[in-house]
C-alpha cells in the first residue's frame, strides 16, 4: 500500500499537487493557514487536516510549496515541536539558499530529513502534471521518492546535494523571466505594425523564434485578459529578488535579466501584482503608445 502524503501550501501550486496525487490514487492529506483554499480542498475530496502538527504526526512524508520565508520557517518549527517522527520534508518552495538551510536545520536538529525539491513550470502546467522537479538532497531519500514525483510531475531530475536544486530553479526562472519579457516585447512590435495578435501568436507558434513561454503567455497578451493568473506579477516579484539577490552574491554577470526588473516593477505599480506575469505587456504597449479597444 503507497504511503499517505500530507502537502503543506494548497495554493496554485500545492494545491494542483495533492489533486494530481489524489488522481494517481495515492492518498493524501493537507492543510493551508487560508480557510477558504482548505474548503476549497475539502469540496474537491481532498482530506484536510487543522493544522500542521497533525499533519505530520499522520504522515511519513511531507510536501511545502509556501510563499515566504517566513511562511517555511514558521511551517519547519511547527513541524519539528509536532510528534511526528523521522519525516521526510520536500521544500519545493522557491527561497533563497539561507532560507533553504534554516529550514533545513529545524528539521534535522527534531531527526528529519529534508530535501530541496524545486519545481519548473507555470500553474497551469501544475494543474495537468507539466512539471520538472529538480530534487536535491540525499541521494538514496530522493530515489525512494520517485514514484511519489511521477504522480504530479513529468520528469524528476537529481541535481546533487542539498540546496542545488534551489540554484537550478534560479536558472529555470531566469530564462522564463526574459522568455517572458521577449514575448511581450515581440508581440508589441507586431501590434504596433498593424498585426493582428492572435495571428501572430499563431504565426509565431509555427516558426523558430517559439518558446513554451510564448506558447504559455502570448495567448493572455493577444487577449488582453491577466486573470485568471497562473503566477501573478507579486509572485515574481518575490522570485525575481531571490534570484536578482543571488545572483549579486555570486557576483554573475546577468544583463539580460537585469533588464526584466524594472518592467515588473512598473506592472506591480501599474495594479497588476494579482495579474499573470503576462501583464508586462501591457507596460511595453504603454511605453509604445499603443491603446486597445
Avoid at 498593424?194 to 504559455?216: A, C, Q, T
Wanted: glycine share 8%.
Amino acid at each position: 500500500m503507497r504511503e499517505v502524503v500530507g502537502v503543506v501550501g494548497l495554493g496554485v501550486m500545492g494545491g494542483s499537487i495533492i489533486r494530481n496525487m489524489a488522481a494517481s490514487q495515492r492518498q493524501t492529506v493537507g492543510f493551508d493557514i487560508d480557510p477558504a483554499k482548505a474548503r476549497q480542498a475539502t469540496d474537491d475530496g481532498i482530506d484536510v487536516e487543522k493544522s500542521v502538527a497533525a499533519l505530520a504526526e499522520s504522515v511519513p512524508v511531507v510536501l511545502t510549496s509556501l510563499p515566504s520565508p517566513k511562511a517555511a520557517v514558521a511551517v519547519a518549527g511547527e513541524i519539528a515541536a509536532s510528534k511526528a517522527e523521522d519525516l521526510v520534508v520536500i521544500e519545493a518552495s522557491t527561497l533563497a539558499l539561507d532560507d533553504k538551510f534554516e529550514f533545513q536545520r529545524i528539521l534535522a536538529e527534531a531527526g528529519h530529513t529534508a530535501v530541496d525539491c524545486t519545481l519548473s513550470g507555470t500553474g497551469a502546467q501544475a494543474k495537468v502534471g507539466d512539471l520538472a522537479v529538480y530534487a536535491s538532497g540525499d541521494e538514496a531519500v530522493v530515489e525512494r521518492l520517485r514514484p511519489l514525483f511521477s504522480s504530479f510531475s513529468r520528469q524528476m531530475h537529481y541535481v546533487g546535494p542539498y540546496g542545488n536544486g534551489s540554484k537550478m530553479k534560479y536558472v529555470a526562472n531566469l530564462l522564463v523571466a526574459i522568455h517572458n519579457v521577449s514575448a511581450a516585447e515581440a508581440m508589441v512590435l507586431g501590434m504596433k505594425s498593424g498585426l493582428d495578435p492572435h495571428h501572430l501568436v499563431e504565426l509565431v507558434k509555427s516558426g523558430v523564434g517559439n518558446s513554451r513561454i510564448f506558447e504559455l503567455r502570448a495567448p493572455l497578451m493577444a487577449d488582453n485578459t491577466y486573470q485568471p493568473a497562473q503566477s501573478t506579477i507579486a509572485m515574481w516579484q518575490k522570485d525575481l529578488s531571490v534570484i536578482g539577490d543571488y545572483i549579486n552574491k555570486i557576483g554573475c554577470a546577468a544583463p539580460l535579466f537585469n533588464a526584466t526588473m524594472p518592467l515588473y516593477a512598473s506592472a506591480f505599480a501599474h495594479g497588476h501584482l494579482d495579474d499573470d506575469a503576462a501583464s508586462v505587456c501591457e507596460i511595453l504597449e504603454i511605453m509604445s503608445g499603443i491603446e486597445r479597444k
